[in-house]
């Protein structure tokens, strides 16, 4: 018996025409009902969907209607079905950051890419980095510094220099953004289950924000960052398309 499936549509022309041919073609529930998410358009719009689904624990099957498409798999009208039964599954645990503003807020959110500090104006941001409560840097004078997924390690934090990892090696990539105090120190590989804590120095002289995917929290003294084992996401990949041989493909390109 085949799964129940739900189409979504990210608003580009070529995704909803996309939605529109496999909605003639195939029977389709509404997303709270589906036992697959069928999510049509590029990775920003699967974050999105992840983030959406993140309480349902839905696996979510993309294809590429978008541009660069590193976490969808090929467009094709034909053989959905059979695609899902052949489908591999990768189950993801997002990143929970909990952000300390200025006055006195904490704003929590979830990342699956990576959790990003970043300055707000023109000079550059100095921050102490803890690891399970022991200092390991009194101070990084730096544009920003990222806390990266295996996921996302082929994100922005691969486009810093910082190291890609495979999915199942257990590792997050603390991956600093443009340094310049100490300027050779080009990051750190931590094990998944560490607590990385971003202490803002000079806060109101020199304000940071705080990003989690897509969530921004703006002039925060500390930032937590830690994987929440409690929330899992499942991505269906083909076969020939696999996330782990993607990441793999990667370290590889020139």
């Not at 499936?5 to 389709?28: C, H, P, Q, T, W």
């Not at 390991?136 to 990892?165: F, Q, W």
Request: aromatic share 6%.
């Amino acid at each position: 018996m085949n799964p129940t499936v739900a189409f979504v549509a990210a608003r580009s022309a070529d995704a909803r025409e996309a939605a529109k041919r496999l909605r003639k073609r195939y029977d389709e529930v509404s997303p709270n009902k589906a036992d697959v998410i069928i999510a049509l358009g590029g990775d920003g719009f699967m974050l999105q969907m992840l983030h959406r689904f993140m309480g349902r624990d839905v696996p979510i099957y993309g294809m590429n209607r978008g541009t660069v498409g590193f976490l969808m798999n090929a467009w094709r009208e034909q053989g959905l079905f059979q695609r899902l039964e052949r489908a591999q599954r990768v189950v993801l645990n997002p990143l929970l950051m909990a952000a300390r503003t200025v006055g006195g807020e904490t704003i929590e959110a979830h990342a699956i890419n990576e959790v990003s500090l970043l300055r707000q104006t023109r000079q550059t941001a100095k921050i102490a980095i803890s690891i399970d409560g022991q200092k390991r840097l009194d101070e990084l004078v730096c544009d920003g510094v990222m806390v990266a997924t295996p996921a996302g390690s082929t994100a922005y934090n691969l486009s810093v220099h910082g190291p890609i990892l495979p999915l199942g090696a257990g590792l997050l990539a603390l991956t600093p953004i443009s340094p310049f105090r100490p300027r050779r120190w080009r990051g750190a590989v931590l094990p998944r289950a560490a607590k990385v804590t971003l202490d803002i120095l000079e806060a109101g002289k020199r304000p940071v924000s705080a990003v989690a995917d897509s969530t921004e929290v703006r002039n925060v003294t500390s930032v937590t960052v830690t994987e929440d084992t409690t929330r899992s996401l499942t991505l269906l990949f083909d076969p020939e398309h696999h996330l782990e041989e993607r990441i793999l493909k990667e370290q590889f390109l020139s």
